[in-house]
């Protein structure tokens, strides 16, 4: 029995110890990256904002560019299963790209107070979505 209460001690004290290590670990990295970056944007916010805008997209690209090669290369595709692939990866991004412009011309709209040029820029990402998504598909003959 003391032999249980004791393992079960000891089970608690290498929890608490793992806690502990895990809040000096956070400390650590708070003190070695949090802290300069910090001072950094303390001191030059323009620079600063540059260089963290700079760094997200060299992660972008990096990423997706890791992506695409795993989509494009994945087990092992014919030529025409690559330009299917290609095809679909554009088309994905078309529609993307047209919702994206289409908010930023909506909000540019309704900052400048354009309340009409608004709805006409809603209605046309709406149709210019649709013939993407919608118009572009291949019909399958029997």
Do not use: D
Not at 53 to 63: A, D, P, Q, R
Not at 86 to 107: A, P, W, Y
Not at 123 to 129: D, E
Request: proline fraction near 2%.
């Amino acid at each position: 029995m003391i032999q249980k209460i004791v393992a079960g001690y000891g089970k608690l004290l290498v929890s608490l110890v793992k806690v502990l290590a895990l809040i000096a670990l956070c400390a650590l990295f708070a003190l070695v990256l949090v802290l300069p970056l910090w001072k950094f944007a303390s001191v030059a916010p323009e620079a600063y904002s540059f260089f963290v805008l700079f760094l997200l997209m060299c992660g972008l690209v990096f990423f997706s560019g890791k992506s695409l090669r795993g989509f494009l290369t994945a087990g092992f595709p014919t030529a025409q299963e690559k330009r299917s692939r290609i095809n679909k990866l554009l088309k994905g991004l078309g529609k993307i790209l047209i919702i994206l412009l289409g908010i930023c011309g909506i909000v540019m709209c309704i900052l400048a107070e354009a309340v009409a040029a608004a709805w006409m820029v809603l209605l046309a990402t709406i149709i210019i979505y649709g013939v993407i998504a919608f118009g572009t598909k291949k019909e399958k003959r029997n």
